[in-house]
């Protein structure tokens, strides 16, 4: 099946500082990508929605100018934490999509995010 | 709102048990429903799949069948391995939405 990578896998920093996650679709152009979030022993919550070349669409709740989302390109988004603190220490996951059908959407393996 | 409710794990069976992990469902319309499978380091993955009333849907000796009445979606296998422990999601999924998770339940299987 299609393949999503992220990178890094797992990224500690100190409280304040910004991270970005990168999330690409190896083998196939992703006209949609997907960021969710998952709090420990929680289910996957979306954060946003990218169309490639336009903004993302976040949802209620989440701050788009603390969570950067950038679909520059159809294999590449990155999401980017601004000014981050302890409780934005949480687990990012991507997924992307070829199309609009909910069952294109392949996910990558995440990104563990530490902040102290 | 639209909602997936998982039984809790951890799941903890022997190889070759029976394997049942609950799903319900709170939804407004007709959703399709799935249950998706991470095993450890790697992304989610489409495990199965069903789009309406009583479809079963199938995959790797799994099974769920898609009951309105209950608004149930439970996964099922007659025989686990240890190669299936792993973390399962289900989740539901109406047009004009995004996909909803459930929390997920652990299975850890053991020879």
């Known amino acids: 099946g299609a393949v999503v990578s992220q990178h890094p896998s797992w990224v500690i920093c100190k409280s304040g500082t910004s991270v970005k996650i990168e999330c690409r679709s190896l083998?196939?152009?992703?006209?949609?990508m997907f960021w969710y979030r998952q709090f420990p022993k929680q289910s996957l919550m979306l954060m946003a929605t990218s169309n490639e070349g336009s903004k993302a669409t976040y949802e209620q709740g989440v701050e788009k100018d603390k969570f950067l989302i950038n679909h520059a390109s159809l294999t590449l988004s990155t999401l980017t934490v601004t000014s981050a603190h302890p409780e934005d220490s949480s687990f990012y996951i991507c997924s992307a999509s070829s199309g609009s059908s909910y069952n294109e959407q392949f996910f990558g393996p995440g990104t563990r995010l530490t902040v102290l | 709102g639209d909602s997936v409710t998982q039984m809790e794990g951890p799941v903890t069976l022997s190889e070759e048990a029976f394997l049942t992990i609950n799903c319900t469902y709170t939804a407004t319309g007709y959703p399709s429903l799935f249950w998706y499978v991470q095993y450890p380091g790697e992304g989610l993955q489409l495990l199965l799949k069903a789009t309406k009333a009583d479809d079963k849907g199938s995959n790797k000796g799994f099974e769920a069948t898609y009951r309105k009445e209950t608004t149930s979606f439970h996964l099922e296998k007659g025989s686990v391995q240890v190669s299936d422990s792993a973390v399962y999601f289900c989740?539901?999924?109406?047009?004009?939405?995004?996909?909803?998770f459930g929390k997920g339940t652990t299975l850890s299987v053991s020879s």
């Open positions: 083998d196939f152009q992703a006209t949609t």
């Open positions: 989740a539901l999924f109406q047009a004009g939405t995004a996909l909803i």
